[in-house]
């Protein structure tokens, strides 16, 4: 009997399981085959019927000659922006929280607790509050307009969640480990070079994802700092959603929007187990 309420009881949880991850996946599920499907079937047929036939003009379309605004040329132009101010921003803050992180987890120097709150205050500050000192700076610096800014800019709001994301997995590993280093005369730095990045790779992970999902879904930094060549795959997408040239596609725009979204899919999909390893190594501890 014990064996059978077990049973019953797994089988209920997974079929809510279940239930839970199809409702989630149903908007992508409706996007897709809607992008696959011609306008007169999607005026005329049912919102979630499979297509009569499988066309992919529409993807074909949205990359290479749909319209944004006046500028008929597909996201293609736009993606490769995105891609150009990413890998950049995502290396750069990377790598600048983690020695940040190891510096606030290790050397406890004076004021390195209020530094630290000051960062970590900077979690906290909308990106409403910084567009206008933040374009000011751009500006002088001869920056604005420019993937140049847009990487900065990113770098520069990015810090504080890399930074706190190392410092607390650094705080929790062993002191042992780097008193017996200290023995054996390494330095501040070869510690860190040695010990600690040896170690890091969930962390790595976890910023890595955080960062280029943060940054390839921004909309409000791309469409404030960009111009004309240089907006990002999330300004363009808008731009093409609201263009009213000729009669409203629909799988244009589905099509536009999975693409705008499948480097975050693909990301998620190959690391994602990571992402969780990472987070229950001590990712968001201390």
């Known amino acids: 009997m014990n064996n059978l309420q077990y049973q019953l009881g797994r089988s209920f949880i997974y079929s809510i399981l279940i239930g839970f991850a199809l409702l989630y996946l149903a908007p992508l599920y409706v996007m897709l085959i809607t992008s696959l499907k011609d306008v007169e079937e999607i005026r005329s047929g049912n919102l979630i019927a499979l297509p009569e036939s499988f066309n992919f003009s529409a993807w074909a379309k949205a990359w290479s000659s749909a319209c944004t605004g006046s500028d008929c040329q597909g996201l293609a132009p736009y993606f490769w922006n995105s891609m150009r101010i990413v890998i950049p921003a995502v290396l750069m803050s990377t790598v600048i929280g983690a020695c940040n992180g190891y510096v606030l ?104 994802i955080w960062q280029f999902t943060q940054i390839w879904n921004d909309f409000l930094f791309g469409v404030v700092y960009s111009g004309p060549g240089t907006q990002p795959i999330t300004v363009a997408l808008n731009n093409l959603v609201n263009t009213s040239i000729g009669g409203k596609q629909y799988n244009v725009d589905m099509a536009a929007a999975i693409i705008a979204a499948l480097p975050t899919l693909v990301v998620y999909i190959v690391a994602g187990k990571y992402f969780v390893r990472g987070l229950t190594a001590g990712a968001v501890k201390g």
């Open 105 to 208: 987890a290790q050397w406890q120097f004076k004021g390195s607790n209020f530094l630290f709150g000051a960062l970590l205050f900077g979690c906290f500050i909308p990106f409403q509050v910084i567009l206008l000192p933040m374009a000011k700076l751009l500006a002088v610096l001869g920056l604005a307009n420019t993937v140049t800014g847009l990487v900065a800019v990113h770098v520069v709001y990015g810090i504080t969640f890399t930074t706190l994301f190392f410092r607390n997995y650094y705080i929790a590993i062993p002191s042992e480990l780097v008193r017996a280093a200290r023995l054996d005369g390494a330095g501040f730095f070869t510690i860190f070079w040695r010990i600690f990045l040896p170690m890091s790779t969930p962390i790595f992970v976890v910023t890595v």
